[in-house]
């Protein structure tokens, strides 16, 4: 399989994450791409007409796109516990659209202040994007006893959005705030998956 990649993608970390956890991460090839919405790929668009990454080409030649839909297929594949069949699935699947709608709102504002011409810059609509993920803070602070120390999608997936803000926006400082979910975040963080694909720049 061969991932269309970048390490700074909390999406693509979604990815890389979950072939770690289901040890799938030596079947995957990765090919870096540094991509914006103003500088698409050929290469990408060939195999993915979205032009968004993560995107997983299978061995087949077919694309998956969407890390949703990619984690749940790797999950699939190496027979891993990540999406729970049980009662607990809607939490989790919640928690990861929670945590994907943080990675949605702190990635525009990235776009916004980082790609668009300061001149061209809009300052209210970047303070709702980052209002979106400060309220899901707030949430999240609420729920961290029930997150507890689950390893699913939905919890891996806050803990991607916590480093995410912490990679682009150090100035957040969200752990005054929520000392719940900064203690939680401490503790998931050693884990192995997560400790390996730490974000950077390309
Ligand atoms: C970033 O540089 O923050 C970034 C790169 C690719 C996708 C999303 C975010």
């Not at 839909?69 to 607990?88: H, K, M, W």
């Not at 990861?96 to 776009?111: E, N, P, T, W």
């Not at 790609?115 to 949430?139: C, F, G, M, S, T």
Request: aromatic share 8%; glycine share 4%.
């Amino acid at each position: 399989m061969k991932l269309f990649y970048n390490p700074a993608s909390p999406f693509v970390r979604k990815v890389l994450v979950t072939a770690i956890e289901c040890q799938l991460d030596n079947k995957i090839s990765k090919q870096p791409l540094a991509l914006t919405p103003v500088s698409p790929s050929d290469t990408l668009n060939a195999d993915n007409p979205l032009g968004k990454i993560p995107a997983l080409v299978l061995d087949d030649g077919s694309t998956l796109m969407d890390s949703r839909v990619i984690c749940e297929y790797l999950n699939d594949q190496g027979r891993g516990s990540l999406f729970p069949a049980d009662s607990t699935r809607w939490q989790t699947l919640r928690w990861q659209s929670i945590a994907d709608g943080m990675c949605d709102a702190a990635v525009a504002v990235r776009y916004e202040t980082f790609v668009r011409p300061q001149e061209h810059q809009w300052e209210q609509w970047i303070n709702n994007q980052k209002d979106k993920y400060r309220r899901a803070l707030v949430v999240l602070e609420n729920e961290a006893a029930e997150i507890g120390n689950k390893i699913d999608i939905g919890t891996l997936s806050i803990a991607i959005a916590l480093d995410y803000i912490d990679f682009r926006y150090a100035d957040e400082s969200w752990r005054d705030n929520f000392p719940a979910l900064s203690a939680w975040h401490q503790t998931i963080s050693s884990r192995d998956s997560l400790a390996q694909t730490i974000p950077k720049d390309l």
